[in-house]
């Protein structure tokens, strides 16, 4: 039998409010009855898309990123807005980064993006029959589309050019679905 693991709150406090996240300070009763404190970076959730075309290559992304200092190659992503389900944003998000718009969205996976310390969880999508559907970029961003066979990125991961967590278990998921064929009618 497993262990009730639960952290009770005993006091919350806001300590800082952005335009994306949130910080707060939660005291928290453990289990074994000892107090400690908890810093939580609240963000809304988002989804991942892996665009796959018909000739089998996967659109990625390629956006500088000032936490890590260095321009990444990622998988298309984005927020998920206000009264938007995680399909809607995934559509969305296709059109804004990479151009396309998916006849077929099938979702792979679901993960917590650092349940350490962060809130957000994010929706993972295979996105087939793409056609071209643009809509203009959010303001704040910069990004080139550069296509890829799918199991070229395996290597690309392993040279690490591809090195942020979410495109690299999205694109392993896609992997698993596709399966070795290559075809994502399966």
């Not at 404190?37 to 892996?50: A, L, P, Y």
């Not at 944003?89 to 099938?106: G, K, P, T, Y």
Request: aromatic fraction near 6%; charged fraction near 30%.
């Amino acid at each position: 039998m497993e262990r009730d693991l639960t952290e009770t709150t005993i006091e919350s406090a806001t300590h800082y409010e952005g335009t994306i996240l949130r910080l707060r300070k939660d005291q928290v009763r453990m289990p074994n009855g000892r107090l400690t404190v908890r810093e939580v970076v609240e963000h809304s959730d988002s989804v991942c898309m892996v665009p796959i075309d018909s000739e089998g290559n996967v659109l990625l992304v390629r956006q500088y990123r000032k936490p890590t200092e260095s321009a990444l190659l990622e998988v298309p992503a984005g927020g998920i807005e206000e009264g938007e389900s995680p399909e809607e944003a995934a559509m969305r998000e296709l059109q804004e980064e990479v151009s396309h718009i998916a006849e077929s969205l099938r979702p792979l996976a679901g993960f917590w993006l650092a349940p350490g310390w962060c809130d957000e969880y994010m929706y993972v999508f295979l996105a087939t029959g793409l056609r071209p559907s643009e809509l203009e970029q959010d303001y704040d961003e910069m990004v080139e589309t550069r296509r890829v066979p799918l199991y070229d990125t395996l290597e690309l991961i392993e040279k690490g050019e591809i090195q942020d967590a979410k495109s690299i278990a999205s694109l392993l998921q896609a992997m698993r679905v596709v399966g070795s064929t290559g075809s994502v009618d399966n």
